[in-house]
């Protein structure tokens, strides 16, 4: 019996050509899918199922290539993969072996950024309790870019406009690619070494996601929480936002507006300065002068200059002369700031507290006039009565209304009675002007 | 002690000034918070004119240490890299 040909093949031989096969046909390839199952063992490799409604791939991304990838791969999540078909000899698997994977939908880049955020939001990072107060006047800025291009030109020239003499140490850095994110951190770790270091700006100009990735880095994150120093982050445009953005204590919106937030413009706080300064030494110097006025008036309502009076005029001019030292001692630095304090100063109104003495003295004074005229007013009306009286009992005043006074002569006895005279007598009759000499014709009883 | 900041002094100087203008100190006091207010505008004063103008940049020396050089930056974009800067710094 002739045995038919038969070509018998080992497991490996087959397996051999099976894998053949396969990775000749699928060498590149991109699928896309769900995926599902993932696990991390502590190889580091990654290693999950890609499915979709129907069917399901092994799939593997090595620790190699999974390194380089900026988000976390997630169950759920779909994705689109590159890589070849491999198959596993030892198990007679087959599997996607990946050199990169991609979220589908949402960038890779953006994807890793959101799941960042989320996860340092967590962690309070982002706390604004964190966040430290940005110094008014810093003596010493700390700038972290790098030190070629535009951006740190346009920065020192607006910082210069507003403050002239400012300290600014530059850390150059690279600010995009490989290694850009560690040298920016290292920055921030290096300046917090310095003491005098106020305030620290981190930045660069705008550029693609990909151009502004190293301020979406955790270690730049965690840097910046750390930094005692407190940060203001200004990367890109004004609609780019950034990791390092949410966690610096105060974000610019470009790397400019940064130099401006970092210090107040010198010419707008020394007004500030001299418009206070003005406005304290104003008030002293009119409170002095009021004192000083008040107390010579009281001087003049007390013709008596009382000894406690000279004291207290001795106290003022003491006072005036501390002051008069005191501003001197300010002023001696620059004359043409205390001219420019005493223009404020003549162009300011008196204060209140003095005009307020003013007045009260005034409105004293004024009452008391009233009531001394008042006083003498009353004091007249009684004297005038008195004198009314006095000429209402004056004889004078009733002979006035027409009575008159008759005397008998010689012995100008003045008559109350008819019958002390007889007929014949002679009497005088006294009248408001001039006398009678009369005789008596006849009496008559009352 | 801690540092004397800029912001708390003027705060401080714009309290002492509204105090006095309210009125209803009596002198002595009043007069302490004229010199405690000159004091403090003073500070303020030296604060602003304080800081000495300059522009510096940190390079790696012979030693790999940071230091401070001055910093011209319209001649910087001659200056690529850090590694540029070093081997400009090893020259020096």
């Given at each position: 019996m002739e045995l038919p040909f038969r070509y018998i093949l080992t497991v490996s031989e087959l397996t051999q050509e099976i894998k053949d096969i396969l990775e000749e046909k699928f060498p590149d390839i991109w699928v896309e899918g769900e995926v599902s199952n993932l696990k991390v063992p502590p190889s580091g490799h990654i290693y999950f199922t890609l499915k979709d409604d129907f069917c399901q791939i092994r799939a593997v991304l090595f620790k190699m290539q999974a390194r380089a990838l900026r988000f976390v791969p997630k169950d759920g999540l779909q994705v689109i993969c590159q890589g070849r078909v491999g198959l596993y000899e030892k198990r007679g698997e087959y599997q996607l072996i990946l050199e990169t994977i991609e979220p589908k939908g949402i960038g890779a880049l953006q994807l890793a950024f959101l799941q960042l955020k989320e996860r340092l939001e967590k962690e309070g990072l982002?706390?604004?309790?964190?966040k430290k107060p940005i110094p008014m006047i810093p003596q010493k800025i700390g700038i972290i870019t790098?030190?070629?291009?535009?951006v740190i030109q346009d920065m020192l020239h607006i910082l210069e406009r507003r403050f002239e003499n400012l300290h600014i140490l530059l850390y150059p850095v690279?600010?995009?690619?490989?290694?850009a994110s560690s040298e920016i951190a290292e920055g921030i770790k290096y300046l917090n070494q310095?003491?005098?270091?106020?305030v620290i700006i981190i930045g660069r100009g705008g550029g693609s996601l990909e151009d502004l990735w190293a301020f979406n880095e955790e270690g730049v994150a965690r840097a910046i929480f750390h930094s005692k120093i407190p940060i203001i982050s200004a990367v890109g445009h004004e609609t780019d936002y950034t990791i390092a953005d949410f966690v610096a204590d105060l974000r610019a919106p470009t790397p400019s507006a940064a130099a401006e937030l970092a210090v107040r413009d010198k010419r707008e706080v020394s007004n500030i300065l001299s418009y206070l300064r003005g406005r304290l030494e104003n008030q002293m110097i009119q409170m002095l002068q009021g004192y000083r006025t008040d107390l010579s008036y009281i001087r003049k309502i007390f013709k008596e200059p009382g000894k406690k009076i000279e004291q207290y005029f001795l106290r003022v001019d003491d006072l005036v002369n501390r002051l008069r030292v005191l501003t001197s001692w300010i002023f001696k630095k620059g004359g043409e700031k205390g001219l420019r304090l005493n223009e404020g100063l003549l162009l300011r109104n008196p204060m209140q507290r003095v005009k307020n003495i003013r007045l009260f003295i005034r409105e004293a004074n004024r009452r008391l006039e009233q009531n001394l005229r008042y006083s003498i007013e009353i004091q007249r009306q009684r004297v005038g009565g008195q004198l009314g009286k006095l000429n209402s009992l004056s004889p004078l005043s009733i002979l006035q209304r027409g009575y008159s006074i008759t005397v008998k002569l010689p012995s100008a006895q003045v008559l109350?009675?008819?019958?002390y005279v007889k007929e014949g007598d002679k009497v005088e009759v006294r009248l408001y002007r001039g006398n009678l000499f009369c005789r008596v014709e006849k009496t008559e009883g009352p | 002690m801690p540092k004397e900041r800029f912001e708390d002094a003027l705060n401080k100087l714009e309290k002492i000034v509204s105090k006095l203008e309210e009125g209803d100190i009596p002198l002595e006091e009043s007069l302490k918070l004229f010199e405690e207010g000159i004091r403090l505008s003073q500070f303020c004063n030296q604060k602003l004119d304080e800081a000495e103008k300059k522009v510096e940049i940190l390079l790696k020396g012979k030693n790999r240490m940071l230091k401070p050089h001055p910093f011209d930056p319209s001649t910087s974009?001659?200056?690529?890299?850090m590694g540029k800067l070093e081997e400009e710094e090893e020259k020096v």
């Open positions: 982002f706390d604004p309790t964190h790098s030190p070629t291009g535009a690279r600010v995009q690619g490989e290694g310095l003491t005098d270091v106020d109350r009675d008819a019958a | 974009s001659e200056q690529t890299s």
